[in-house]
């Protein structure tokens, strides 16, 4: 697990400092309006519109960007798009496993894209449910280490149904069942322990390891898939070594 954890955190930082940003401000947006359109507008009552909300002022989306869409879920401004969520399986180069989210309006339009940029990048593409039986549905709570031992955060959320608590260097990530996810993030929230994120997430049951070229063509797929639009998270079963994404991080 620990490969797949730093590379998401590699992954987050380059989001957060190159051209990507427009692209996550975007994603993030969808999904406020989503969460509204799903639980209502209020966030008080409604902690998948709350955490999201949260998430995008963390990672400054303008409040403007936020209003807008919290306000365009819930109805109370036109202009909210249909959004439907799917779910594409397939391999990317050296058969590592892909689970491939899009939220999109268009579906044809999203599947075509996928399939293209997979193809192109030595991947194919899977039948559905060739690939998700390889994966678990968990819940993680990303939140800033501030100071926090690893083992009083786990006795913290441990009743709550956390399984694990990972170091992710600045920060730990916290793993549950999906079920527990709002028991965890409620659990932190009633202790004041402030959060990044709580989402939904996949996490593969066996690991692929990759050497440096396996890994830059992995990373060239991903690149690929999240300059669509309409994909809103790529997971893989992949694993990269920490000498390799040293080497990674340094291109």
Not at 63 to 76: L, P, Y
Request: hydrophobic residues 35%; glycine residues 10%.
């Amino acid at each position: 697990m620990a490969g797949h954890s730093k590379w998401a955190t590699t992954k987050h930082k380059k989001a957060a400092n190159d051209a990507k940003r427009g692209k996550q401000f975007a994603r993030l947006v969808k999904n406020i309006e989503v969460a509204a359109r799903t639980g209502g507008g209020d966030p008080a009552a409604n902690p998948t519109l709350y955490d999201a909300i949260q998430k995008a002022k963390k990672l400054s989306v303008p409040n403007d960007n936020i209003e807008r869409a919290r306000k365009r879920g819930s109805g109370e401004e036109a202009g909210g798009a249909d959004w439907e969520l799917n779910l594409y399986e397939g391999y990317g180069p050296g058969g590592v496993a892909m689970l491939i989210e899009c939220l999109t309006d268009n579906r044809n339009r999203a599947a075509s894209e996928v399939r293209s940029r997979v193809t192109k990048a030595g991947g194919n593409m899977g039948d559905p449910g060739s690939v998700a039986y390889m994966f678990e549905r968990k819940g993680v709570v990303v939140l800033p280490k501030d100071g926090q031992e690893e083992d009083d955060l786990l006795m913290l959320v441990i009743d709550a149904g956390a399984e694990e608590v990972n170091d992710l260097g600045d920060s730990f990530e916290i793993v549950s069942g999906i079920n527990d996810l709002m028991n965890v993030r409620n659990a932190l929230k009633d202790a004041g322990v402030e959060y990044d994120s709580a989402d939904p997430d996949y996490r593969a049951d066996v690991e692929v390891p990759l050497d440096l070229a396996g890994a830059r063509k992995m990373v060239r797929l991903i690149d690929a898939l999240d300059d669509s639009d309409d994909v809103q998270n790529v997971w893989t079963n992949m694993s990269i070594p920490d000498e390799v994404l040293a080497e990674l991080e340094e291109e």
